[in-house]
Structure formats: structure tokens, C-alpha cells
């Protein structure tokens, strides 16, 4: 791992900065200073922005819309957009981009790349994840929506929650089970499945913040083309890992700026409410710095594994722990500084549902309160922490499995269940 970065590297780093500088408005303060109608206004016409200069999906093939970047220069990217305040994409794009994007071009057949691909960058097709369930969400691979073959169509029925952004999608990959008579980690293919159809019904999930970034999914007698299956029929496993995999790891880049972006204003809110001198507070603060110094190297390790070749793997876990774990406390501070301020905050809600406030957000109590609420969140979305442990102790510490988990095909289980 080598935290510095090579004057090539450097000099498309002043490229970037440069194309900031010429696109932003005068007095850009970042985006999370903006009220939440005009912050979702400016992401979209950044969006178009950023696809017309090819570094909407930078590191794509440009023969499908993306700007062939190096895997060093996406990082160098990432972290100046996130200096500057500016976001990557918009919300569907974590799903589309990040996501399904990058799994299609890693399993994806050439005919599935030249079609999907495209669609994503232009934002003709929006996306959504189909991965959890009300019995299978820790143990994804206990999903029971099932997929059967009638002819040259996938016929799906089951239901998916927790889905995220899926009242804005119309595209959504899902997990399916199409072998019942296998283990219950085979026999599950990974389906692309259009949302605009009668046998589709998507119902909203309100949050403890008032938002409703999270539905529930119900398939009857939906369907899909044979050919939209990623990976291989009832191989949709690895192809899931994978996708987990680009969803834990690519926030190495991001995630230690964002944090520490926050802390630096976490450190502001102390003076503010008189805090700074508390040699309690300031100890827990001086905690949360020495957390994110780790996170930042944590993060330097999964990127150096990237920009050595390698795809996301297990590792990705360690993380996406540390992270999650992180947050929930750094916020709870910021409650315990805010005092009886929490219990009536104020000011401009966060614009972002997810992690920190977006950068260049004031420091109200309704920030800080409104991060508290989703910062618990963060432990159980994509994998909680418990099953990070697991993954990390069995998959990368090569610690055994945990004993006494019953065996047989999934069809079996759920008799044995039952």
C-alpha cells in the first residue's frame, strides 16, 4: 500500500479540478448547502453534465458510454467531486452504475452489455436491487421468490423489501430461486426484470425520518426474457457476491472524505454549543479522529487492490464493518453535544437518507439529529454487521463455519422449518 500518488497521477488530478472550476456556479459551497429541491434539481443537470465529458461511468469501456479511465484516475475523480461537493451520479445511479453496471460488464454477455449498458448512462432505464426478503435478509441465501422458465419468459413470483429508490426505478435485478431441489446457495439466478408491468407492485416503507427511501416489491406472474439472466441460470450466487462486492468496496475512495468531512464539522458544532473544553467530549472526539485515520488507510488497502487488477472480493466486508459501526457512534456524540437541542431539532433536514449529510451542509440540529436517525441503519443495510463478521471470519480469517446449521436442499429446509 503507497498513500501517495504519482505526478501523472497529480497532474489529472489538476485536469479534474480544472473541470470543476469551469462547470460550477461562482460560490459554490457544495451541494448539501442547497435546500432539497434545488439539490435535486442541480444532480440531475450535473448528471448530464457529467455524461456529456464521459465521467458519468469513468472507468467503462467507451463503447459503452463510459470514459475509459484508469482505475487510479476513478479514484482521483471520486475524491475531488467529493472535496468539491458534487455528487457522481444521482440516487438510482448507486444501483445502475455502481452496481448492475459494473456486474453486467464483469458476467454479462456481449449482447446484454451493448443493450443495458447504454440504457443506464442515458438514464433511459433506472434501477433498483431485488436481493432481500422478509425470511431472507441476513441469510440472503434462504430466499424463497421464485423464478420458473415458461418458455422464452422467466415467471416470477415472491416479494423483495427494503428495496431502495425502487418508487423511482423501473428496473430492478433480482435474486431468484429457479432449482428448489439444491443447496440453498445454488440453484439462484440473478434476473433483470422491468418494472413497468401489471404483475409489479411496489408499496413504500416510511422511516423513522419521515422519508420513504425504502418499498417493498411483489411479484405476481411477472416476467422477463429468457436472455435477461446474468451469470448463468442458477448461478446467480457469485454473481450476487460480486455485486455486494462493488457495493461495499467502491466506497473506499469516497467514504473516508465523507466521514472525515463530517467529523471536521462535528468539531465546529463543539465550539459552537460550548462542548470543546468537556475533556469527555474531547476525548471521544479525539477517538472518532483516530477512526477515521484508520478508516482512511483501510480504505487506501481496498484501492490498492483494485488499482493492482483485483475485483472486489470478501475483504470488501472489513470495510464496510468499520464504517457502518463508526458512524452509528460519531452520531450519537453529535446527539450528546446537540444536548436538549436534539429533542427539538431545527433547521434544514439532511438531503441525503444514507451515511453522512451531503458536503457543504450547515451544522443545524436537524442535520445532525436526521444523520443520527439512518446512522443505525448503516449496520444492517448491504450485510449487517453480524453477517460481515461472519464473512470475514470464515472467508478471509479461514475461521471455521458456525456449527449445527442443518443441511439439505433449500426445498428441504423449508419442510424442516415448517
Not at 130 to 151: H, K, M, Q
Request: with cysteine; charged share 20%; proline share 5%.
Amino acid at each position: 500500500m503507497d498513500p501517495t500518488y504519482s505526478a501523472e497521477a497529480e497532474a489529472y488530478r489538476e485536469k479534474i479540478q480544472a473541470f470543476l472550476a469551469e462547470h460550477l456556479p461562482a460560490g459554490w459551497k457544495g451541494i448539501g448547502a442547497l435546500p432539497r429541491d434545488e439539490a435535486e434539481r442541480f444532480a440531475a443537470e450535473w448528471r448530464v453534465t457529467l455524461h456529456a465529458n464521459g465521467l458519468l461511468a469513468a472507468s467503462w469501456p467507451k463503447e459503452y458510454g463510459g470514459g475509459g479511465l484508469t482505475e487510479l484516475e476513478q479514484v482521483i475523480l471520486v475524491e475531488e467531486f467529493y472535496r468539491a461537493g458534487v455528487p457522481a451520479g444521482t440516487g438510482n445511479d448507486v444501483f445502475g452504475i455502481q452496481m448492475v453496471g459494473n456486474t453486467i460488464l464483469q458476467w454479462g454477455t456481449d449482447e446484454q452489455k451493448a443493450h443495458f449498458l447504454p440504457r443506464i448512462l442515458s438514464g433511459e432505464d433506472l434501477w433498483c436491487q431485488g436481493y432481500s426478503e422478509p425470511n431472507a435478509g441476513s441469510d440472503l441465501g434462504n430466499l424463497g421468490c421464485r423464478g420458473e422458465l415458461d418458455g422464452d419468459e422467466w415467471v416470477i413470483n415472491g416479494q423483495k423489501i427494503w428495496t431502495s429508490a425502487g418508487h423511482l426505478a423501473d428496473w430492478i435485478f433480482v435474486l431468484a430461486r429457479t432449482d428448489p431441489d439444491v443447496g440453498k446457495h445454488k440453484g439462484i439466478s440473478f434476473l433483470l426484470v422491468p418494472m413497468d408491468q401489471p404483475g409489479v407492485e411496489v408499496r413504500p416503507i416510511k422511516m423513522i425520518t419521515g422519508d420513504s427511501e425504502f418499498n417493498e416489491v411483489f411479484f405476481t406472474d411477472a416476467r422477463c426474457p429468457k436472455a435477461n439472466v446474468v451469470g448463468g441460470v442458477n448461478n446467480g450466487w457469485g454473481v450476487a457476491m460480486t455485486l455486494l462486492g462493488y457495493e461495499r468496496g467502491e466506497a473506499a475512495a469516497t467514504f473516508p472524505i465523507m466521514f472525515r468531512t463530517e467529523l471536521d464539522r462535528l468539531l465546529v458544532l463543539a465550539e459552537q454549543e460550548g462542548r470543546a473544553a468537556d475533556p469527555v467530549i474531547r476525548q471521544r472526539l479525539a477517538w472518532c479522529y483516530s477512526k477515521v485515520e484508520i478508516m482512511r488507510f483501510l480504505g487506501m488497502r481496498t484501492l490498492t487492490k483494485y488499482l493492482q487488477g483485483g475485483h472486489p472480493g470478501p475483504d470488501a466486508s472489513t470495510f464496510k464493518l468499520y464504517w457502518s459501526e463508526y458512524h452509528r457512534v460519531v452520531t450519537e456524540l453529535a446527539v450528546d453535544i446537540l444536548g436538549a437541542d436534539a429533542m427539538v431539532p431545527s433547521g434544514r433536514w439532511p438531503t441525503s437518507a444514507f451515511q453522512a449529510d451531503d458536503a457543504g451542509a450547515p451544522n443545524d440540529s436537524a442535520s445532525w439529529v436526521g444523520t443520527f436517525m439512518v446512522a443505525r441503519a448503516g449496520t444492517i443495510y448491504a450485510g449487517t454487521s453480524q453477517v460481515q463478521r461472519n464473512i470475514i471470519g470464515e472467508m478471509v480469517l479461514g475461521l471455521p463455519k458456525e456449527p449445527g446449521a442443518p443441511r439439505g436442499t433449500w426445498r428441504e429446509l423449508q419442510q424442516h422449518k415448517a
